[in-house]
């Protein structure tokens, strides 16, 4: 995938988020706030999860390894990092996607019970088990960026084309949207900061 694809794909996901009049449920991290980092190093083998998907059913498949993902990685961090603030973010990335992985199995054992739940998930992150300190958070903020767009892009599709099926699965996708798409400010305001990596395009504007 190339740069200006994917960018073009964000900008036009964050802007239909921005216009959806739906309660927001995001909290509010602490951290710089900025236009979106050049994450080119983590997206050569990025793959596209999701973006075929055509129901509840298959997001939630879907989402559960994506946010293992996630989990894994940011447990990496937790341990390698120097920066409390990353440390922080590690801390907050496993409490919270573990509790929504959680909260997606009881919706599948729920709402589908006896389905194959295996999901053929193609990883989108670098193992980043021999990095540390300033290299590792570099590594993780380049590619959890895009990592956390995947979602915003796959729960936005959700929402937008009134895929779920059920009205809990609405208020729980809007929030991985909103949250995940705060973060994205966050990590990208800390790669422009701590290593001056140019962001995404050009007079992208964030709401």
């Known amino acids: 995938m190339t740069l200006p694809f994917f960018a073009t794909i964000l900008v036009g996901t964050l802007a239909v988020a921005a216009c959806d009049s739906g309660p927001s449920m995001a909290r509010n991290p602490v951290g710089p706030s900025s236009m979106p980092a050049n994450t080119g190093a983590g997206m050569g083998t990025m793959s596209m999860p999701g973006m075929s998907r055509q129901n509840e059913f298959d997001y939630l498949t879907e989402m559960i390894p994506h946010h293992e993902e996630a989990i894994a990685t940011a ?68 590619d959890m960026i895009p990592h956390h767009m995947m979602a915003v892009m796959m729960s936005q599709r959700l929402l937008m084309a009134g895929l779920a099926d059920y009205d809990e699965i609405i208020p729980f996708a809007r929030n991985i949207r909103d949250v995940q798409q705060n973060e994205i400010r966050m990590m990208a305001g800390w790669l422009k900061a701590w290593f001056g990596v140019a962001p995404l395009g050009h007079g992208m504007m964030w709401h």
């Open 75 to 142: 447990t990496v961090l937790q341990q390698g990092t120097e920066r409390p603030e990353m440390r922080s973010f590690a801390r907050s990335i496993i409490e919270t996607q573990t509790a929504e992985v959680q909260q997606m199995q009881r919706f599948l054992e729920a709402r589908y019970p006896g389905r194959d739940t295996d999901a053929d998930y193609a990883p989108m992150m670098r193992d980043l088990t021999g990095l540390r300190a300033d290299a590792l958070d570099r590594a993780f903020l380049e």
